[in-house]
């Protein structure tokens, strides 16, 4: 008698229910057509397919045209692939993967602004990673016909160097017209009859001023040249400065960290891989170095002010700010400093302190720190010599909930700082799990599996939303259907390093998520 077998889509609801409800017992498992996401063949296959080449790759050239360098694409997908070969090595006990992130962070420290020999935008060569365009402050200064600069303007908009500022006569001799327009927000801005006279009620600078933020953001900088002066007529590019940013340096050092720790945890891999993981720990020490200045007491960093940032002067988003601290936490296991572990302990009350426990016992946080200056928003002073911020004169107030893409950053560094005994609670572990199965999991109108957009429930997202859902995979030691629901979800959406373009634009989150799923099934 041939074998009956229910329907794909009858075992997805059933799994999904059993996800949510938290039926864990007897919930079936999920089926899925031809992938399977919980075995070590389908990462091994797809991790040798994205060291072919392509985006996240650390190849980044010295004249610094490549895009993806440019972009964090290190941050955003080497380090989860990075990651992925930890979480690996940790479910299987293979030193192959091991070795197989040593070749890719030889590589990746390879390509350290100080290996390279460029500078941020202070011109300092230091040992990370910078980025600019599109998240850095563009550029275009103004000149006059004998190249003198005249006028800096500045705009905060991501995507800046995809403006074009176009410069017109003004109606009167003194006077000049500015348009600028962004072809990726697909926005204009125009500033007509401006003077570079300080004295005049048209001064760039102030007229200017006045209108930010306004739609690309805009403000300006006097180069002096004094009244009279006029810039060249035509049409200018913005550009924009490298900063090196602490969530990339953590993205990037996190998995090295723990590299280093799990060699130094073992005399077995001591013997074998010391050596390297020795050289590991003093880069990942001199990494997060680079961004001591931009630590405050309070366990969160701040954007320096003046830093070519949108938002300069302000606090970091939490998961920028953890972000680093992930790898803080791995360096006060391996090294027992204290000033690391006073750091982490200050980030998880920080974090700790930002969370809220709603009607199902479960923890919602935003993403701006609550009652920093973007959360409750700031405003412009009249004169930017004491704003807030240079390069955003006012802001917010910005109150969203943290989506779950980075929130997954925030769980990662609680537990792993829970872990490490040096914050939180076994409840607040139990209660982020249940921000997951609570707030975050859920079925469609189909009841079929699928997920929140943030924290606080909410919007459902679509397949690219419910694929970073195995990054909250830390917690499912607290809530085995955490695995369940996030499986449920990829043998429902099926995701594939070639599916909707996926790999053109960097799949390495994608191994992380593999490497999860199978690490949460053991």
Same mark, same amino acid.
């Given at each position: 008698?041939?074998?009956?077998?229910?329907?794909?889509?009858?075992?997805?609801?059933?799994?999904?229910?059993?996800? $949510?409800?938290?039926?864990?017992?007897?919930?079936?498992?999920?089926?899925?057509?031809?992938?399977?996401?919980?075995?070590?063949?389908?990462?091994?296959?797809?991790?040798?397919?994205?060291?072919?080449? *392509?985006?996240?790759?650390?190849?980044?050239?010295?004249?610094?045209?490549?895009?993806?360098?440019?972009?964090?694409?290190?941050?955003?997908?080497?380090?989860?692939?990075?990651?992925?070969?930890?979480?690996?090595?940790?479910?299987?006990?293979?030193?192959?993967?091991?070795? =197989?992130?040593?070749?890719?962070?030889?590589?990746?420290?390879?390509?350290?602004?100080?290996?390279?020999?460029?500078?941020?935008?202070?011109?300092?060569?230091?040992?990370?990673?910078? +980025?600019?365009?599109?998240?850095?402050?563009?550029?275009?200064?103004?000149?006059?016909?004998?190249?003198?600069?005249?006028?800096?303007?500045?705009?905060?908009?991501?995507?800046?160097?995809?403006?074009?500022?176009?410069?017109? +006569?003004?109606?009167?001799?003194?006077? #000049?017209?500015? =348009?600028?327009?962004?072809?990726?927000?697909?926005?204009?801005?125009?500033?007509?009859?401006?003077?570079?006279?300080?004295?005049?009620?048209?001064?760039?600078?102030?007229?200017?001023?006045?209108?930010?933020?306004?739609?690309?953001?805009?403000?300006?900088?006097?180069?002096?040249?004094?009244?009279?002066?006029?810039? +060249?007529?035509?049409?200018?590019?913005?550009?924009?400065?490298?900063?090196?940013?602490?969530?990339?340096?953590?993205?990037?050092?996190?998995?090295?960290?723990?590299?280093?720790?799990?060699?130094?945890?073992?005399?077995?891999?001591?013997?074998?891989?010391?050596?390297?993981?020795?050289?590991?720990?003093?880069?990942?020490?001199? +990494?997060?170095?680079?961004?001591?200045?931009?630590?405050?007491?309070?366990?969160?960093?701040?954007?320096?002010?003046?830093?070519?940032?949108?938002?300069?002067?302000?606090?970091?988003?939490?998961?920028?700010?953890?972000?680093?601290?992930?790898?803080?936490?791995?360096?006060?296991? $391996?090294?027992?400093?204290?000033?690391?572990?006073?750091?982490? !302990?200050?980030?998880?009350?920080?974090?700790?302190?930002?969370?809220?426990?709603?009607?199902?016992?479960?923890?919602?946080?935003?993403?701006?720190?609550?009652?920093?200056?973007?959360?409750?928003?700031? !405003?412009?002073?009249?004169?930017?010599?004491?704003?807030?911020?240079? #390069?955003?004169?006012?802001? *917010?107030?910005?109150?969203?909930?943290?989506?779950?893409?980075?929130?997954?950053?925030?769980?990662? #560094?609680?537990?792993? !700082?829970? =872990?490490?005994?040096?914050?939180?609670?076994?409840?607040?572990?139990?209660?982020?799990?249940?921000?997951?199965?609570?707030?975050?999991?859920?079925?469609?109108?189909?009841?079929?599996?699928?997920?929140?957009?943030?924290? *606080?429930?909410?919007?459902?997202?679509?397949?690219?939303?419910?694929?970073?859902?195995?990054?909250?995979?830390?917690?499912?030691?607290?809530?085995?259907?955490?695995?369940?629901?996030?499986?449920?979800?990829?043998?429902?959406?099926?995701?594939?390093?070639?599916?909707?373009?996926?790999?053109?634009?960097?799949? *390495?989150?994608?191994?992380?998520?593999?490497?999860?799923?199978?690490?949460?099934?053991?």
């Amino acid at each position: 008698m041939p074998e009956i077998r229910p329907s794909r889509r009858t075992l997805l609801r059933l799994t999904a229910a059993g996800a $949510v409800a938290g039926a864990v017992g007897n919930a079936l498992p999920a089926y899925a057509d031809g992938v399977d996401y919980t075995a070590r063949k389908t990462f091994d296959d797809w991790d040798r397919l994205f060291q072919k080449g *392509g985006p996240g790759q650390p190849d980044q050239p010295n004249d610094n045209t490549n895009r993806d360098g440019r972009s964090g694409m290190l941050a955003w997908s080497q380090s989860y692939v990075l990651l992925g070969l930890v979480r690996m090595y940790e479910t299987y006990r293979d030193t192959y993967y091991l070795d =197989r992130l040593i070749d890719n962070v030889d590589q990746v420290l390879g390509v350290r602004d100080s290996a390279r020999g460029v500078t941020d935008y202070r011109g300092l060569s230091l040992p990370a990673w910078r +980025a600019d365009h599109p998240y850095t402050t563009g550029y275009a200064t103004l000149a006059d016909s004998n190249g003198r600069p005249l006028l800096d303007l500045r705009e905060a908009l991501s995507y800046a160097e995809d403006t074009t500022v176009t410069v017109s +006569a003004g109606s009167r001799p003194d006077t #000049f017209t500015v =348009r600028l327009d962004n072809t990726s927000v697909n926005r204009s801005v125009t500033h007509i009859d401006l003077s570079l006279d300080p004295a005049s009620p048209d001064y760039a600078v102030t007229r200017i001023y006045a209108a930010a933020p306004g739609p690309l953001q805009l403000t300006a900088a006097d180069r002096g040249a004094g009244p009279g002066a006029v810039p +060249a007529l035509g049409t200018y590019q913005m550009h924009c400065k490298p900063v090196i940013f602490a969530v990339h340096t953590g993205m990037i050092t996190y998995p090295i960290a723990a590299f280093v720790r799990i060699v130094a945890s073992s005399p077995v891999l001591r013997r074998r891989y010391w050596r390297k993981a020795s050289e590991y720990l003093t880069a990942c020490r001199e +990494a997060v170095a680079v961004h001591d200045w931009e630590y405050h007491d309070g366990g969160y960093l701040i954007w320096p002010r003046a830093q070519p940032l949108p938002y300069d002067g302000c606090e970091q988003p939490i998961n920028q700010s953890v972000g680093l601290g992930q790898t803080l936490v791995e360096l006060a296991l $391996v090294t027992g400093d204290p000033s690391y572990r006073a750091k982490v !302990a200050a980030m998880g009350r920080m974090l700790a302190a930002q969370y809220t426990v709603n009607s199902g016992d479960a923890y919602v946080w935003h993403y701006w720190p609550a009652g920093g200056r973007i959360y409750d928003g700031f !405003a412009k002073t009249g004169d930017p010599e004491t704003d807030v911020s240079i #390069f955003t004169p006012s802001g *917010g107030p910005a109150r969203q909930f943290e989506d779950i893409s980075h929130g997954a950053i925030d769980v990662e #560094f609680a537990v792993r !700082a829970f =872990r490490a005994k040096l914050a939180f609670t076994g409840r607040d572990m139990e209660r982020i799990a249940r921000t997951f199965t609570r707030n975050v999991a859920a079925t469609d109108a189909d009841g079929l599996p699928a997920i929140h957009t943030t924290v *606080g429930g909410g919007t459902l997202g679509g397949p690219s939303v419910a694929a970073q859902a195995p990054r909250w995979m830390q917690v499912t030691p607290w809530d085995p259907q955490v695995h369940a629901h996030c499986l449920a979800l990829y043998n429902r959406n099926q995701p594939t390093p070639e599916r909707d373009g996926q790999q053109a634009i960097g799949f *390495g989150w994608l191994l992380a998520n593999v490497a999860y799923l199978n690490w949460g099934a053991r």
